[in-house]
């Protein structure tokens, strides 16, 4: 079978659990709905694009994210809100639905300094200590842009105030993309020989979509 290019929300997805993958994304027979919490959030990142872009006020439901836009309007240089890479196995620049495409992503926002470049990424939800997508993202700024020697990076926390940073250089881009490599072989080991192996959790109490279909899966008590 072959393997589809992979981003980060299914690359993790998979390595949370094969056999919840195999289901959504393999052979489709669990369809996830959106949730009020996925509608919010895509709410509030289409606000803040056209906040960004195209200098659209913000709506009633918005409006105290004005800060936010304001803080991110203020950095020097060329903005590119919910920009699309997408590389092929040599780590080239393709078109994001070609047929050589290996991996793909999108930014929030990010901006084009000379030598630097700025890349956040809205979260609705909890803070986490994970920094693996921002790794990721800076990843593809500076495969795409040869000029850009570092890149820092962030998630801010909408719901909480609060920004977490981390700052990538060129030197770090060959351990990046080793890694992410070494983690996408894993899941075109599982396309290659059909095996989703579940990986029991806490999700398995009622909280994965799998539902009956996974030998694993119990209701919510």
Request: proline share 5%.
């Amino acid at each position: 079978m072959t393997t589809p290019p992979w981003s980060y929300s299914s690359l993790t997805k998979y390595e949370t659990c094969p056999k919840q993958y195999e289901l959504t994304k393999v052979t489709k027979q669990v369809i996830e709905p959106p949730t009020v919490h996925t509608i919010w959030g895509q709410e509030v990142h289409l606000a803040l694009e056209e906040r960004i872009r195209d200098n659209k006020p913000l709506g009633d439901n918005f409006t105290k994210y004005e800060s936010v836009a304001a803080k991110i309007e203020a950095i020097q240089g060329e903005k590119h809100c919910e920009h699309q890479f997408a590389f092929n196995s040599n780590l080239e620049l393709t078109d994001w639905d070609s047929p050589d495409a290996w991996c793909r992503g999108i930014i929030d926002i990010w901006i084009h300094g000379k030598a630097k470049a700025v890349a956040y990424d809205y979260k609705t939800g909890k803070v986490k200590s994970d920094s693996d997508q921002l790794k990721l993202f800076a990843a593809f700024i500076m495969q795409a842009y040869p000029e850009i020697e570092a890149v820092s990076t962030g998630f801010i926390w909408l719901a909480h105030n609060k920004v977490t940073v981390q700052t990538f250089t060129r030197d770090d881009l060959p351990a990046i993309w080793e890694d992410f490599t070494q983690r996408s072989l894993r899941l075109k080991a599982s396309y290659d020989n059909g095996k989703w192996i579940p990986k029991p959790s806490g999700l398995c109490r009622g909280w994965c979509s799998a539902g009956k279909l996974c030998e694993f899966w119990s209701p919510k008590r």
